[in-house]
């Protein structure tokens, strides 16, 4: 005979703010934003810098939303999950992919310095003129998105894969 152990989890926290509702234009303007960021960019590319933006700004609503779309667009759990860890890690990213991470590291942590003249180049290498903004365009916007997650406790866990891109 077994026993079955059942863990009762802690309750979601309540959102501070429906920040949506009340400034829609807002809203609005980021999500065409966000799309006419993400134009020209790999999606799996996309979402990785996505995920360690919003592992970096510590933003769960963001972390369920875009670990479900990559995944939705192909990715695997295993990069997913050794994205936190990508500079122990390097094997399961292509150089590209790798400039594309750092790069989302020196512009997400600006506290921590401006943005390397080394970082910059190695990202410049691997991306033309034109996908180098698109890039940096799309890092900035999860960023955005993150602070307006963050500041409004916005609650994750109930994204349906694809609903917003």
């Not at 059942?6 to 234009?25: I, S």
């Not at 390397?116 to 960023?143: C, G, M, W």
Request: aromatic fraction near 8%; proline fraction near 4%.
């Amino acid at each position: 005979m077994t026993t079955e152990h059942t863990a009762e989890y802690a309750p979601e926290h309540t959102p501070r703010l429906a920040w949506a509702q009340h400034a829609p234009e807002v809203y609005q303007a980021m999500v065409r934003l966000d799309g006419a960021a993400r134009k020209g960019l790999d999606a799996k590319l996309f979402e990785l810098v996505k995920i360690r933006a919003s592992q970096l700004n510590h933003c769960a609503y963001c972390l369920d939303m875009h670990t479900k779309d990559a995944i939705a667009a192909g990715e695997s759990v295993q990069r997913i999950v050794q994205l936190s860890a990508w500079e122990e890690s390097k094997h399961f990213y292509t150089e590209q992919e790798l400039a594309a991470i750092e790069l989302t590291e020196a512009i997400t942590v600006l506290t921590d310095r401006f943005v390397p003249d080394e970082v910059y180049e190695r990202a410049a290498k691997h991306f033309d003129e034109a996908q180098l903004t698109q890039l940096i365009a799309s890092i900035i916007v999860i960023n955005s998105w993150n602070r307006f997650a963050v500041t409004t406790r916005m609650v994750p866990g109930h994204y349906t894969p694809g609903r917003h891109g």
